[in-house]
């Protein structure tokens, strides 16, 4: 079965924003024909691609580690060798987001305990949130 959907249809099927099918068209990830009315038609083909780039975002590869990998396959060649490595950097990476994250709670639950017996304060000129200000120098 041939598809020719608009991009309103693609968005619908793959359950994403019309305007994110728009942006990977406008950055050539996917390149869908257009009608006689100038509007984009996607094929089974474009269909395909933008599965893929959907698939791919889902696992945290970049737009760039994407069209990396669409190149691949466009030379003819496996972009698997590629997606391993880049999906390795990418995991390094979430991992230190998450640490990061994780620090920030730690950091939130103690300015959290510590504020709890404290009073708010009016504005006096010497302070913006004296809560604030002072869990600044309590890191």
């Known amino acids: 079965m041939s598809a020719s ?3 309103q249809q693609v968005a619908t099927r793959f359950s994403v924003n019309a305007d994110t099918v728009r942006h990977y068209v ?3 990830l996917v390149q869908p ?3 006689d009315s100038g509007y984009h038609r996607f ?3 474009d269909l395909k691609v933008l599965g ?8 945290g590869f970049t737009l760039d580690d994407i069209r ?15 997606a391993r490595e880049l999906i390795e950097l990418r995991l390094s990476q979430a991992r230190q987001k998450l640490a990061s994250l994780e620090s920030l709670v730690r950091r939130m639950e103690d300015a959290t305990r510590a504020w ?3 009073p708010d ?9 004296h809560l604030i200000e002072g869990a600044q120098h309590e890191s």
């Open 43 to 45: 094929n089974d083909e």
């Open 5 to 7: 959907l608009r991009v």
């Open 52 to 59: 893929f780039i959907l698939n791919a975002r889902e696992l």
């Open 68 to 82: 990396q990998l669409l190149d691949d396959a466009g030379r003819g060649e496996s972009p698997c060798p590629h």
């Open 26 to 28: 406008r950055i050539g």
């Open 121 to 129: 304060c009016e504005p006096c000129g010497e302070h913006i949130c």
């Open 33 to 35: 024909g257009k009608d």
């Open 116 to 118: 709890e017996g404290m």
